[in-house]
């Protein structure tokens, strides 16, 4: 904040002292009344000049050719002698505006000012609450016209594709896809993005235009990670667990083993060998109750965020470190059955381990894509740090929207 005022009123000093300097010093200017009439028109052809180099109306050759014009001109027009006036130096009006000036900008900002600004935390708290859904789609429609006057604009078009996935108009998305796969018919992601977009268009089923859309992009880049994981989970849903193992493991290769995404993809992987008989030379999910994690509670839902709920939705619930790292429980449901009890006594641990003093945050995420891994779009919540061994229930609201 400190730092902020001294900025402010260095500024304030340099505006004001650009503003006396004129009025302090004995000048001598040249009458523009005795200005030939060629003199004004070929100015006034330079400034319209400017203005259409600005607007982007022509190009840098043309611009500096016309300007050359213009000067050659300019100077054959100058050959009268100018007139020149003196100016004296108007010092009451110096002071007036000194005084002035600063005090004016002070009590300006003080009734319209935004005090909050002097807390940069203020501010960004501030801006954060002041972003409506109303705002957001006007920023997403003006996205929408800037790429409409603009159909070659790709990153305009990418941008478009996700905001609209992000505000679940998966039909309008669906066509930015298809744009631009005819614009870049060899980006694997644009392909893997297009079969999201056309599965959660008919209630997040990948059969159909997704899979050929699935198989499109793995053609292109067998190693493209989005295609690969909605290709296990088409797999997944046809029963064909050896097949969603297999893609599966191809994206654990990739990714770190220990990052949240990277034991998310291990959880996908053994719950397919769990459904398929399937089991692993080594287990990464030790197939066992926690003894120590014990908690219980109840998920709700805020009333604000009830209709923003699918009838596909996942809901997992999951224990992590206080301290920080990737979960060591989870819990999965259908959204739909929300409230829900939950019970980490008989749940699955991941990797790792926690002690009964060790503290420990549960969360609770619907999922909109059916994967653990947090996505815009998606809604969550978060108890306190609690103890592993808690017997207290709990009561963790979902509260929130992921950005």
Same mark, same amino acid.
């Given at each position: 904040?400190?730092?902020?005022?001294?900025?402010?009123?260095?500024?304030?000093?340099?505006a004001?002292?650009?503003?006396?300097?004129?009025?302090?010093?004995?000048?001598?200017?040249?009458d523009?009344?005795?200005?030939?009439?060629?003199?004004?028109?070929?100015?006034?052809?330079?400034n319209?000049?400017?203005?259409?180099?600005?607007?982007?109306?022509i190009?840098e050759?043309?611009?500096?050719?016309?300007?050359?014009?213009?000067?050659?001109r300019?100077?054959?027009?100058?050959?009268?002698?100018?007139?020149?006036?003196?100016?004296?130096?108007?010092?009451g009006?110096?002071?007036?505006?000194?005084?002035? +000036?600063?005090?004016?900008?002070?009590?300006?900002?003080?009734?319209?000012?935004?005090?909050?600004g002097?807390?940069?935390?203020k501010?960004?708290?501030?801006?954060?609450?002041?972003?409506?859904?109303?705002?957001?789609?006007?920023?997403?429609?003006?996205?929408a016209?800037?790429?409409k006057?603009?159909?070659?604009?790709?990153?305009?078009l990418?941008?478009?594709?996700?905001?609209?996935?992000?505000?679940?108009?998966?039909?309008?998305?669906v066509?930015?896809?298809?744009? +631009?796969?005819?614009?870049?018919?060899?980006?694997?992601?644009?392909?893997?993005?297009?079969?999201?977009?056309?599965?959660?268009?008919?209630?997040?089923? +990948?059969?159909?235009?997704?899979?050929?859309?699935?198989?499109?992009?793995?053609?292109?880049?067998?190693?493209?990670i989005?295609a690969?994981?909605?290709?296990?989970?088409?797999?997944?849903?046809?029963?064909?667990?050896?097949?969603?193992?297999?893609?599966w493991?191809?994206?654990?290769?990739?990714?770190?083993?220990q990052?949240?995404?990277?034991?998310?993809?291990?959880?996908?992987?053994?719950?397919?060998?769990?459904?398929?008989?399937?089991?692993?030379?080594?287990?990464?999910?030790?197939?066992?109750?926690?003894?120590?994690?014990?908690?219980?509670?109840r998920?709700?839902?805020?009333?604000?965020?009830?209709?923003?709920?699918?009838?596909?939705?996942s809901?997992?619930?999951?224990?992590r470190?206080?301290a920080?790292?990737?979960?060591?429980?989870?819990?999965?449901?259908?959204a739909?059955?929300?409230p829900?009890?939950?019970?980490?006594?008989?749940?699955?641990?991941?990797?790792?381990?926690?002690?009964?003093?060790?503290?420990?945050?549960?969360?609770?995420?619907v999922?909109?894509?059916?994967?653990?891994?947090?996505?815009?779009?998606?809604?969550?919540g978060?108890?306190?740090?609690v103890l592993?061994?808690?017997?207290?229930?709990?009561?963790?609201?979902?509260?929130?929207q992921?950005?």
């Amino acid at each position: 904040m400190i730092a902020f005022l001294i900025a402010a009123a260095i500024l304030a000093l340099l505006a004001t002292a650009t503003l006396l300097w004129p009025l302090m010093r004995r000048t001598a200017t040249a009458d523009s009344a005795l200005e030939s009439p060629a003199l004004k028109i070929l100015r006034e052809q330079r400034n319209d000049l400017e203005a259409e180099r600005a607007a982007g109306n022509i190009s840098e050759a043309s611009y500096v050719q016309t300007v050359g014009e213009i000067e050659r001109r300019a100077l054959e027009e100058s050959t009268a002698p100018e007139a020149f006036t003196t100016t004296k130096p108007r010092l009451g009006w110096a002071v007036a505006i000194g005084v002035a +000036l600063p005090a004016a900008a002070i009590a300006i900002y003080l009734s319209i000012g935004n005090l909050a600004g002097l807390d940069p935390a203020k501010l960004v708290a501030q801006q954060e609450q002041q972003v409506t859904p109303a705002q957001i789609e006007g920023m997403v429609a003006k996205l929408a016209a800037r790429v409409k006057a603009n159909p070659d604009d790709i990153q305009g078009l990418q941008m478009l594709g996700r905001s609209y996935m992000v505000l679940n108009r998966f039909d309008e998305a669906v066509k930015v896809f298809a744009k +631009l796969a005819e614009k870049q018919p060899q980006n694997a992601q644009v392909f893997a993005d297009w079969a999201d977009a056309a599965a959660s268009a008919q209630d997040r089923k +990948l059969a159909g235009d997704p899979e050929k859309l699935i198989a499109r992009a793995l053609a292109i880049d067998p190693q493209n990670i989005k295609a690969l994981a909605l290709s296990g989970s088409l797999a997944f849903d046809h029963k064909d667990y050896k097949k969603a193992i297999a893609q599966w493991q191809l994206i654990a290769a990739n990714v770190p083993a220990q990052s949240e995404f990277g034991q998310s993809v291990r959880a996908m992987i053994d719950e397919a060998r769990r459904r398929g008989g399937l089991l692993p030379a080594e287990k990464t999910i030790v197939e066992q109750a926690a003894a120590s994690l014990t908690l219980k509670g109840r998920v709700t839902i805020a009333s604000a965020l009830k209709t923003q709920v699918g009838k596909d939705d996942s809901l997992f619930i999951f224990a992590r470190p206080a301290a920080g790292g990737p979960p060591v429980a989870g819990i999965r449901f259908k959204a739909s059955e929300l409230p829900v009890d939950f019970d980490f006594s008989k749940a699955q641990m991941m990797m790792g381990s926690v002690g009964p003093q060790d503290k420990v945050i549960i969360g609770a995420r619907v999922s909109k894509s059916g994967n653990p891994i947090a996505a815009s779009g998606d809604l969550q919540g978060f108890s306190q740090p609690v103890l592993a061994a808690n017997g207290k229930p709990l009561q963790i609201e979902i509260s929130e929207q992921v950005k």
